[in-house]
């Protein structure tokens, strides 16, 4: 099992969770981004850097990804892909995707771009806050004292 992080806009509190888990629990934790990342010394630790483009990270991921590793993003398409894989897919925000939520996330990702191609101004999330954090890292230990042996 593995863990890979859609890192481009993944909040640096995250990162910094994954890093401790990693080592914590020695479990090899990949960084994909088009940029260039600052990453802890680990041998369970490590970043890709990929091209700049369209969903050129979110294709890394998938193409390398097996099931049973764990993705962290909050983009619903990767999320969805990495499902369909058998992999598992968790937020920033704590929160688990799953066969069962997916559709109707990708249904609403999708009514949301159609209203906002119209014109219409439909907002964003809110701002990322300690609820957040603590979701996100409670979900995590809980995920890895299941899956880690």
């Given at each position: 099992?593995?863990?890979?992080?859609?890192?481009?806009?993944?909040?640096?509190?995250?990162?910094?969770?994954?890093?401790?888990?990693?080592?914590?629990?020695?479990?090899?934790?990949?960084?994909?981004?088009?940029?260039?990342?600052?990453?802890?010394g680990s041998s369970y630790i490590e970043s890709v850097l990929v091209r700049?483009?369209?969903?050129?990270?979110?294709?890394?991921?998938?193409?390398?990804?097996?099931?049973?590793?764990?993705?962290?993003?909050?983009?619903?398409?990767?999320?969805?892909?990495?499902?369909?894989?058998?992999?598992?897919?968790?937020?920033?925000?704590?929160?688990?995707?799953?066969?069962?939520?997916?559709?109707?996330?990708?249904?609403?990702?999708?009514?949301?771009?159609?209203?906002?191609?119209?014109?219409?101004?439909?907002?964003?999330?809110?701002?990322?806050?300690?609820?957040?954090?603590?979701?996100?890292?409670?979900q995590l230990d809980r995920f890895l004292t299941k899956h880690i042996k």
């Open positions: 099992m593995q863990i890979w992080v859609d890192a481009d806009a993944c909040p640096n509190v995250i990162k910094e969770i994954l890093f401790r888990a990693a080592k914590r629990v020695e479990i090899k934790t990949t960084l994909v981004a088009n940029q260039e990342l600052q990453i802890p700049s483009g369209l969903d050129v990270a979110d294709s890394y991921i998938v193409q390398h990804l097996q099931s049973g590793d764990l993705v962290i993003t909050a983009d619903i398409p990767l999320a969805a892909e990495a499902i369909e894989k058998g992999a598992y897919a968790l937020n920033p925000r704590g929160e688990f995707y799953d066969r069962g939520n997916i559709r109707e996330r990708l249904s609403m990702r999708n009514f949301l771009n159609e209203l906002r191609s119209g014109g219409v101004e439909t907002g964003g999330p809110p701002p990322f806050n300690q609820r957040d954090t603590a979701a996100f890292a409670n």
